[in-house]
């Protein structure tokens, strides 16, 4: 029997992308999702921390140095996101955008931070002045799109994944997030195939991979999602996504005849 199931439901759910990539020892987007990098302000982050504790520690000590340094807000608050101290990170990267006016890394992660904590609109707003029409990075205007998808402004949201594709034809981050946006509008078959197309990709990651066997599970075939979310994948590793992914499907059938509500988690950070 075809699975049916809510927006809401699924938006939350569509932090799978974030949630699966978490369970897999794997590092979280927002996705729907790939940061500005910390060195994108200087040469100084070759050496930067690959642990957001210890990133936390020795950006958040330069940060309250000089709050002005970009490259140290650029880096603490990248941290902070990293570890889920959403908030402060904005915070702190709101401050670092006032000190440094037209600082396109900072407004870049000023705007995925905003998103992180439902401020859509105003993530949207920021990152349109983190690039440029002519100049677009692809990875912004994809972000673009998920906040958008969150407003539930799926075609306008399409748009710019159109355009990132353009500039980055086939990146399965992208085509991930195309698929999430046409299953938030209850088209499954459109999600599915841009999706298969994301999971064909050798650049795929796990999270693809996971928003896939969403898909086909929620049209009623578990049997090959269980096969999709546990491939490749350690027993324990696999157990725990089959029961992830069964209890989204679940939760979504539970859902039936639910009024619609308005999408309000947050999509994983684009790759």
Known sequence: ??????PARLLASAS????????????????????VTIGSSGS???????????AIEVYGERYRANPKDAEAALGYGQALRANGQR????????????????????LAQ???????NGNFQQAFDVLSKAHSPDNPDWRLLSVQGTALDQMGRHEEARSYYASALKIAPGDPGVLSNLGLSYMLSRDLPKAEEALRQAYAS???SSRVRQNLGLVVGLQGRFAEAETIVKADLPPDQAAANVAYLKDMLNRSEGQRGAPKRTPVASLSQSD
Not at 44 to 54: G, L, S, V
Not at 87 to 106: F, S
């Open 1 to 6: 029997m075809r699975q049916r199931f809510s």
């Open 16 to 35: 799978l992308v974030a949630m699966v990539a978490v369970s897999l020892g794997g590092c979280t987007a927002m996705s729907k999702l790939s940061d």
């Open 44 to 54: 100084r982050a070759e050496a930067a921390p690959t642990d957001p504790a210890r």
């Open 87 to 106: 908030a402060q990170a904005a915070a702190v990267l709101e401050q670092a955008t006032i000190a440094n006016p037209g600082n396109k890394p900072l």
């Open 110 to 116: 000023y705007g995925r931070a905003l998103a992180d």
């Open 202 to 204: 050798p650049r795929a």
